[in-house]
């Protein structure tokens, strides 16, 4: 087996219990503000903004769980969030 710096690997973590799809996403440690500090850890350049998001990759999951404990949904913001338009068509426009 070949091991590559530049290769970094996250998977499914299975602990037998129910929750949400997001939740699901954060106990594997593949939600995004978790792949964020990943990057950051990885990316010389982006240095100066790696203490604040490892600090908020490591509280929200908290205020997450919470959430899903005391009300069986994930945080609103979650729930609510969709596509801003400007976005779906950089998304599009990249695609092509």
């Given at each position: 087996m070949h091991h590559h710096a530049n290769l970094h690997v996250h998977?499914?973590?299975?602990e037998?219990?129910?929750t949400t799809p997001?939740?699901?996403v954060?106990?594997?440690q593949v939600d995004r503000l978790r792949l964020l500090a990943a990057v950051l850890d990885r990316v010389p350049q982006l240095?100066?903004?790696k203490a604040s998001v490892h600090q908020l990759a490591e509280r929200k999951?908290?205020?997450q769980r919470r959430c899903i404990e005391e009300h069986g949904i994930d945080l609103r913001e979650?729930?609510?969030w969709r596509w801003r338009r400007r976005w779906r068509g950089a998304a599009a426009a990249a695609s092509r």
């Open positions: 998977g499914f973590r299975e037998g219990t129910s997001c939740e699901m954060v106990l594997n240095a100066h903004c999951p908290g205020a979650i729930v609510d």
